[in-house]
């Protein structure tokens, strides 16, 4: 349902996206690690199409992002770390707003909306201004207006920012269970408890290529160890930085 081929993005001298390779089927929740500046946020931003590669295709859907961007979009929500939402809507008139742009009829507002709105804990802050509203019940806005249109691919960018224990787990299990039924999940995280948890396969980023990829006992058996996952993160990632010095070394002298 994503598949990523030879994807790059330069921003002048910088590699910020260098080469990946990713087949992600549906019904599978695959979570995305990686440091700061790894390149994570870049990736899902040409997935979305909301930046086009420098080179190599995405397709989500089986749609190519770059020949047919709104069959594939219509196929799809993304859900970034800090949301826009427009102020001066009510949440129920975002809502609204959403069923009409994907064409669903009203009724499933009624419907689909209210369950989600109830099962997020969103009745109390349904007449009131987004712009009155904190950044965790924010948040819970987005995911539910996401959810609406009941893609089939869902790419959402630190979805526990923000929010409460309570909420984020129910974030956790909507997603599981949607997961489950054949949605699609690309989840970027830095919280590696959050991988354990939910991923059926991890993908660890670092200097803009996908350095590993697998589940958590096909990383462990990658590294002859049966370490947990923290210990194979920082063991990889301090491994390509080794790698990058040395090459950056060689280069020098020659």
């Known amino acids: 349902m994503i598949e990523l081929k030879q994807l790059r993005k330069n921003f002048g001298d910088l590699k910020a996206v260098d080469g990946i390779e990713l087949n992600?089927?549906?019904?599978?929740?695959f979570v995305a690690l990686g440091p700061n500046a790894a390149g994570k946020t870049t990736t899902i931003k040409m997935i979305c199409g909301l930046i086009k590669p420098t080179s190599g295709h995405v397709k989500v859907a089986g749609f190519d992002m770059d020949k047919e961007p709104l069959e594939a979009r219509k196929r799809m929500a993304y859900v970034p770390d800090f949301p826009f939402l427009y102020d001066k809507l009510t949440p129920w008139e975002f809502f609204r707003f959403t069923v009409e742009l994907f064409g669903m009829p009203l009724e499933m507002l009624e419907t689909r909306g209210m369950e989600l709105a109830e099962r997020f804990h969103l009745?109390?802050?349904?007449?009131?201004?987004?712009?009155?509203?904190?950044h965790g019940?924010?948040?819970?806005?987005?995911?539910?207006?996401?959810?609406?249109?009941d893609p089939e691919v869902f790419v959402i960018d630190e979805p526990m920012v923000g929010?409460?224990?309570?909420?984020?787990?129910?974030?956790?299990?909507?997603?599981?269970?949607?997961?489950?039924?054949g949605m699609t999940v690309f989840l970027s995280t830095h919280q590696l408890s959050v991988a354990e948890e939910l991923a059926d396969r991890?993908?660890?980023?670092?200097?803009?290529?996908?350095?590993?990829?697998g589940t958590v006992s096909e990383l462990q058996s990658r590294m002859g160890s049966e370490?947990?996952?923290?210990?194979?993160?920082?063991?990889?990632?301090?491994?390509?930085?080794?790698?990058?010095?040395?090459e950056s070394t060689v280069s020098t002298q020659s």
């Open 24 to 29: 992600i089927p549906k019904g599978q929740f």
């Open 123 to 134: 009745q109390p802050y349904l007449k009131k201004t987004v712009e009155s509203l904190s």
């Open 137 to 149: 019940t924010r948040q819970r806005v987005a995911i539910v207006s996401a959810l609406l249109h």
């Open 163 to 181: 929010l409460d224990p309570q909420h984020a787990r129910i974030v956790k299990d909507i997603l599981k269970e949607r997961s489950r039924a």
């Open 202 to 213: 991890i993908g660890i980023i670092h200097r803009g290529k996908l350095i590993a990829e």
């Open 227 to 246: 370490w947990a996952l923290e210990q194979m993160f920082l063991e990889l990632t301090a491994q390509e930085d080794q790698a990058r010095e040395e």
